[in-house]
């Protein structure tokens, strides 16, 4: 808002503000060190809510500069004090309460619980098991041994996704469970494991219900867009994540442009700022603008639910209404310190919330470092608007990847102008995908209509990040943890430094640049990937099995989909397949199928084989939702089946029946296939066991083959004769690093070698590709980075 303005000396070599004491500069060190040491320890919430008091009093005294050090000094024990005591009492309660010694002892309970936020999707619990949600809630009350005791406390429930689906913040619901405690650095007081669906007690809060028709109807109102811009655009408009594309998301993370995926402080400054100009044209009071604009400031936090930076932004534009309201002016940085320090005070645990530290990082560089920026930009020959976006972009990076690293472990090196593309088009698709979303409440056709215009925006933010995010060396890896962390931060004020002359800041520039533009295009050189001349390629995808065999021309036949989609997206990405002639689910567990967005992901898929037994029914319903408006059939594999594609020809061995009764029926009624790429077989079971490798034996089966994927990931449920039966000279072995089923299995292992055939494993190298070298079979890997 227009009234929200920094002011600060600014350096007119940098455009830095200048802190009037060293001391300043020493606390606001002070506090960064503990954010970033609360990354790595037990007590990580309470060094954050120092870490956060302390930079807030510093950036408190950079806003008024003529406080008296000791003053400031004593205003920053008051705040760590102030903040530490409500923490303490969460911590305590936390951990030593009658809810937590119940969490320790694993009680069976029923439980009455009020639903704080929407549930958050999880991966399965097992190739086998349905996929999982973890849901925000209130505990009330608890039932043990027929007896109910009032028993408050904030618990993580994990249940089945299918069961929570519609369930809205301020439902009251019924369960029962199984305790358990959080995590060591939580201050939630249990974990609550599900046994049975929520029984809905009662209604959701009206204006809960409210905001879900709402949210609903700017679903409806997308339907008909494009399914990456329909996906993004609730996620910008209300928070809403459910349909975001996994693959997109993660490509919007490598970009550097996370924050536009879901619903921020951005969002809620354009809608209240965008509401308080229209005001102001019409010539409203500054009360009734204040006034106004409060009302929808709250509304949109209910829409948008209250994430940490939504939070941060409203309690700013709150402040900012009141002296709106009241005639009095505020300078921006007083008015961040105290929305800090008030959100800390109402909710101790935003303090070891990541989401929040960015937020309130990031809107302090925009204020402290983005001005001075653009004005330097500026006074250089770059035009306005483009001055602003550089510096903004530049600014927010600079403040946040200290933090991001430490967490991730990586660093974007396009993040700038990634957000220098993006952020033009953000408060057009906020905007009128926000107009959407209020009337299709009213009436569909005119929201459908703003949903579309809203698409256009939507699609703009896709390409770019798509662009970006795919990118080879888009990011680099970078030591993770406070360490990581605390080095990168110095290299951070090392550069800042330097940039004070102007020699350093030129040749600084000029080394940058030089790097991003020989590490993203090279990269892709050195690496070397794929192969020349590549036969197949078993892709790193987890516990699971992806494998990609090359029909030819940016073509492939895949077989399963591995646990996860990015994995997947990323290895045919890499492999530059953009079409897949057929793709092959051998069953339906969810460590073949979960990855299937994967493939799909801005692919065509002509042809689509599956298993003949639709089990289990979980993996099965996200095959066919996955599919649903592809226009591609799924056809059930029967043995003696043929099909070509390219270079690659395909023979269906088996299941010859279904099985009933086995250890494992859907892993033993897996497609067989003998694959032929180029004159080498290869031998693809899928998890057969040892009753379906029998069953083949027994028919007679020719199962020789040039290289073997061991079947169900190495399990020693495999019988010796079938792995000798292949006569194989190479065997891959598609298994997930540190798996908790002790695949592959030592016997198995000890059985290739005793049949003198090699094994090459995803866990140990990475994505494997095979090719002939003069008739040799050469494994060739490409370690994950």
């Not at 073509?555 to 591995?562: E, H, K, L, P, R």
Request: with cysteine; proline share 8%.
């Amino acid at each position: 808002m227009s009234e929200l303005r920094g002011r600060s000396r600014e350096d007119p070599g940098t455009g830095m503000s200048q802190p009037p004491d060293l001391r300043l500069g020493l606390g606001a060190l002070a506090g960064w060190a503990a954010v970033l040491w609360g990354l790595g320890h037990s007590a990580g919430a309470v060094a954050l809510a120092a870490g956060v008091a302390v930079l807030g009093a510093a950036v408190l005294a950079l806003a008024a500069r003529r406080w008296p050090v000791l003053f400031i000094g004593a205003f920053a024990v008051c705040a760590a004090a102030a903040l530490l005591a409500p923490l303490a009492v969460r911590l305590h309660h936390a951990r030593d309460g009658e809810l937590s010694r119940l969490a320790r002892a694993g009680a069976e309970v029923s439980a009455e619980l009020q639903v704080r936020g929407d549930p958050r999707p999880l991966g399965s619990t097992g190739p086998a098991g349905s996929p999982r949600t973890a849901v925000d809630a209130q505990l009330r009350a608890v039932q043990i041994d027929g007896r109910w005791t009032r028993l408050p406390g904030a618990v993580l429930v994990l249940g089945p996704a299918d069961a929570w689906r519609g369930v809205l913040p301020g439902q009251r619901v019924r369960l029962d469970g199984r305790l358990s405690p959080p995590l060591p650095d939580n201050l939630l007081t249990a974990t609550l494991l599900a046994r049975t669906e929520p029984e809905l007690l009662g209604r959701p809060p009206w204006w809960q219900r409210g905001a879900g028709r709402v949210r609903l109807g700017l679903q409806r109102a997308s339907a008909g867009l494009p399914v990456l811009p329909r996906g993004l655009l609730p996620g910008l408009v209300d928070g809403d994540t459910s349909q975001l594309d996994p693959v997109l998301a993660e490509r919007f993370r490598v970009a550097g442009l996370t924050h536009l995926t879901a619903v921020s402080g951005t969002n809620l400054s354009l809608v209240v700022g965008a509401v308080a100009l229209l005001l102001r044209r019409l010539r409203a009071s500054p009360k009734m603008i204040a006034l106004v604009s409060a009302v929808v400031l709250v509304g949109f936090v209910v829409l948008a639910r209250p994430s940490p930076s939504v939070l941060r932004a409203a309690a700013m534009a709150g402040i900012a209404l009141v002296a709106l309201a009241t005639g009095r002016q505020r300078a921006a940085l007083p008015v961040l310190a105290a929305a800090t320090f008030g959100l800390l005070l109402w909710q101790p645990e935003l303090a070891a919330d990541f989401g929040f530290a960015l937020s309130v990082v990031a809107t302090a560089a925009l204020l402290l470092v983005a001005p001075g920026w653009a004005a330097v930009l500026r006074r250089r020959g770059v035009p306005a608007g483009l001055a602003e976006a550089v510096a903004v972009a530049a600014a927010a990076h600079l403040v946040t990847v200290p933090i991001i690293a430490g967490i991730s472990g990586r660093i974007s090196l396009v993040a700038v102008p990634a957000n220098v593309l993006a952020e033009p088009v953000v408060a057009a698709a906020t905007i009128l995908g926000l107009l959407a979303a209020l009337s299709s409440v009213l009436w569909l056709p005119p929201a459908a209509l703003l949903a579309q215009l809203a698409g256009w925006p939507c699609r703009w933010l896709v390409w770019v990040a798509e662009y970006f995010g795919s990118l080879p060396g888009a990011s680099l890896p970078w030591p993770a943890g406070v360490r990581g962390g605390l080095l990168l931060a110095g290299l951070s004020a090392i550069v800042l430094l330097l940039c004070r002359r102007p020699a350093a800041r030129a040749l600084l520039g000029v080394a940058a640049t030089l790097a991003v533009l020989i590490q993203i295009p090279g990269r892709a050189v050195l690496i070397g990937w794929p192969p020349p001349g590549w036969i197949v390629v078993a892709c790193d995808v987890g516990q699971g099995d992806g494998l990609v065999l090359n029909a030819g021309a940016g073509s492939a036949v895949v077989i399963d989909a591995g646990p996860d989609p990015v994995p997947m997206d990323r290895c045919l990405h890499e492999l530059g397949v953009t079409r897949v002639a057929v793709l092959v689910l051998s069953h339906d567990h969810l460590d073949h199928v979960g990855g299937l967005r994967g493939v799909l992901h801005e692919r065509r898929v002509d042809r689509v084989l599956s298993s003949p037994l639709p089990e289990p029914a979980s993996g099965y319903r996200l095959v066919l939702a996955e599919l649903a408006g592809r226009h591609v059939p799924i056809e059930q594999a029967h043995t003696g089946q043929r099909l070509d594609a390219g270079q690659v020809r395909l023979d269906v061995l088996g299941p010859g029946h279904l099985f009933t009764g086995s250890r494992s029926d859907p892993n033993n009624s897996s497609v067989v296939l003998r694959a032929t790429v180029a004159g080498v077989r290869i031998l693809l079971p899928g998890d057969a066991e040892v009753e379906a490798q029998d069953d083949l034996l027994s028919a007679g089966t020719d199962l020789r083959a040039d290289i073997l994927k061991v079947p169900h990931h190495g399990s020693a449920y495999s019988d010796p004769a079938f792995l000798q039966a292949s006569h194989a000279r190479l065997a891959l072995i598609s298994v997930g690093a540190g798996n908790s089923y002790g695949h592959p299995s030592p016997l198995l292992i000890g059985e290739l070698a005793r049949l003198g055939i090699p094994a090459a494993r995803t866990d140990q190298q990475g994505d494997i590709a095979v090719v002939d070298r003069a008739g040799s079979l050469v494994p060739i890997v490409r370690s994950a980075s």
